[in-house]
T-cell receptor, first 113, second 113 residues
Framework: AQSVTQPDIHITVSEGASLELRCNYS??????LFWYVQSPGQGLQLLLK??????LVQGIKGFEAEFKRSQSSFNLRKPSVHWSDAAEYFC???????????FGSGTRLLVRP | EAQVTQNPRYLITVTGKKLTVTCSQN?????MSWYRQDPGLGLRQIYY???????DKGDVPEGYKVSRKEKRNFPLILESPSPNQTSLYFC????????????FGDGTRLSIL
């Protein structure tokens, strides 16, 4: 069965430090991969997506993610975190064969001043 | 402005009292979906609709109903709410195609006493 794993429930980083949020998926074919961010009291906002081509994708707010087929991973990175990046981040996998979007359980990012 | 609008944003009600959460999108999207978000579980799909008059169950459909009589609207109906349906609910829409990102509403927080 298809699944998405975000192994880190919480991550705390200092403002200005680099960030990497992990995402692993289980799916037989090449999936469509998404990262969403949820600020408190808000819906989910798309950060970036990958479905083909260059495996390093750029998103909004200075985020990027790299698709590694051999590791079934799609980790999200940012070189320098800002206090406004504190939020919950969700990795999601979509499949063309169905209309389902499977979400990971989320990683809550805390930013130290 | 392109958006997905949910109402109400917050609702406290009692067991067994029928309620409806409305969802409307102004992007002419074919696909709409309902999710519930619970701590540690990420988002789980309740129902989805690929177009008008076409709906199907997601992963957690028990206790919920939906309808899709118009393209823009996709209400979620709880005929006899129970406390285990206390959750944060999100409506989403997208264009046809697994690589299309979903656009989310701001969420509805339901408390069933």
């Amino acid at each position: 069965a298809q699944s998405v794993t975000q192994p880190d429930i919480h991550i705390t980083v200092s403002e200005g430090a680099s960030l990497e949020l992990r995402c692993n998926y289980s799916y037989g074919a090449t999936p469509y991969l998404f990262w969403y961010v949820q600020s408190p009291g808000q819906g989910l906002q798309l950060l970036l997506k990958y479905f083909s081509g260059d495996t390093l994708v750029q998103g909004i707010k200075g985020f990027e993610a790299e698709f590694k087929r051999s590791q079934s991973s799609f980790n999200l990175r940012k070189p320098s975190v800002h206090w406004s990046d504190a939020a919950e981040y969700f990795c999601a996998v979509g499949m063309d064969s169905s209309y389902k979007l499977i979400f990971g359980s989320g990683t809550r990012l805390l930013v130290r001043p | 402005e392109a958006q997905v609008t949910q109402n109400p944003r917050y609702l406290i009600t009692v067991t067994g009292k029928k309620l409806t959460v409305t969802c409307s999108q102004n992007m002419n999207h074919e696909y709409m979906s309902w999710y519930r978000q619970d701590p540690g579980l990420g988002l789980r799909q309740i129902y989805y609709s690929m177009n008008v008059e076409v709906t199907d169950k997601g992963d957690v459909p028990e206790g919920y109903k939906v309808s899709r009589k118009e393209k823009r609207n996709f209400p979620l109906i709880l005929e006899s709410p129970s406390p285990n349906q206390t959750s944060l609910y999100f409506c989403a829409s997208r264009r046809t195609g697994g690589n299309q990102p979903q656009h989310f509403g701001d969420g509805t927080r339901l408390s069933i006493l």
